[in-house]
């Protein structure tokens, strides 16, 4: 019990600094060479933040519970609306900009539209994981050849050679990895403790676990002034959980999708989609009501699990 207290309480020291270190190695990155934030935050922070829910969701398919895979991906993503915009906007002002935004929440609804068309008979085989990877490849590309706008932020660039930065980004990366690992491992043992059931685990305490680098990061860079990055990393981060954690899943292993989570779950996801677009087209930045809105959304749908 103690240990794995323990466990958390390292695990969310590690998943700060990893945040931390993304942020300023990333912003600056994209200054350097003159790339726009939301471009790095899109993908760069993205994938970054994203490995706590590739490395369960693989573990999860080897070990034969897609359940558990399939629900980390649709409870994370609709953890970081709920929970990371909503918690990140209402501490710190966030901005989204919809003009700049525009084409990346498309190809998000798009993505889940691609997800429910392949997970709706159950089962998502090896060939639909790979048009998934295949998918992210080109939105990488397309992101780095056509940025949605151009960078033209006059904040100072912070001396440092680009390997350091660099560095920065890498250890960062690695710090939320096993930080995230620990602090997973840590909370299913109390969830199991508790009495907490195995899928209930996997939608709540596993896809909260896993979107805490997410919150971290969003929440720094929003600290930062950095709202491109913040906003960036969750339009990012939900489009590699499905093309790129669920791809290379489901390549490895096919995986099973539970109906249940396709009626009530995936409804939860899409929904927070849509919301996004609604929200860029409101008065900037996110007001606390919609913040409070968003933080309620998530918290109803954690109610519903249980």
């Avoid at 399939?70 to 953890?79: T, Y």
């Avoid at 997970?119 to 949605?148: H, M, N, V, W």
């Avoid at 008065?283 to 959304?297: C, E, H, M, Y």
């Amino acid at each position: 019990m103690l240990i794995n207290i323990i466990y958390l309480i390292i695990g969310s020291t590690m998943l700060y600094y990893g945040a931390e270190w993304i942020v300023k190695g990333a912003a600056n990155i994209s200054k350097r060479l003159g790339i726009s934030s939301l471009v790095i935050g899109l993908t760069v922070v993205a994938f970054g933040t994203s490995l706590p829910e590739l490395i369960v969701s693989i573990i999860a398919a080897l070990e034969g519970s897609s359940a558990i895979a399939v629900g980390n991906v649709v409870g994370s993503n609709v953890a970081n609306v709920g929970l990371v915009l909503g918690l990140s906007s209402l501490i710190f002002p966030i901005i989204i900009n919809y003009d700049h935004l525009k084409r990346d929440l498309l190809i998000y609804l798009g993505t889940c539209a691609l997800f429910i068309l392949f997970a709706f008979d159950g089962r998502i085989s090896q060939f639909e994981g790979a048009i998934f990877f295949i998918s992210l490849i080109f939105y990488i590309l397309l992101c780095i050849k056509s940025p949605t706008f151009d960078n033209k932020e006059s904040e100072p660039i912070i001396n440092g050679k680009i390997a350091k930065l660099i560095a920065y980004v890498v250890g960062g990366i690695i710090l939320l990895a096993y930080g995230a690992d620990l602090f997973v491992e840590g909370a299913i043992f109390l969830a199991r403790y508790l009495g907490v059931s195995e899928v209930v685990i996997g939608m709540s305490v596993v896809a909260f676990g896993t979107s805490v680098p997410e919150l971290a990061t969003s929440v720094m860079a929003a600290f930062r002034r950095e709202s491109a990055i913040s906003v960036g990393n969750i339009i990012g981060s939900n489009i590699f959980n499905i093309l790129s954690v669920l791809g290379i899943a489901s390549i490895i292993q096919p995986l099973d999708s539970p109906p249940h989570i396709m009626k009530k779950e995936v409804v939860f996801m899409v929904a927070y989609a849509i919301s996004m677009i609604f929200i860029g087209k409101l008065p900037q930045p996110i007001s606390k009501v919609t913040s409070a809105t968003l933080i309620a959304g998530y918290l109803f749908f954690i109610y519903m699990l249980f």
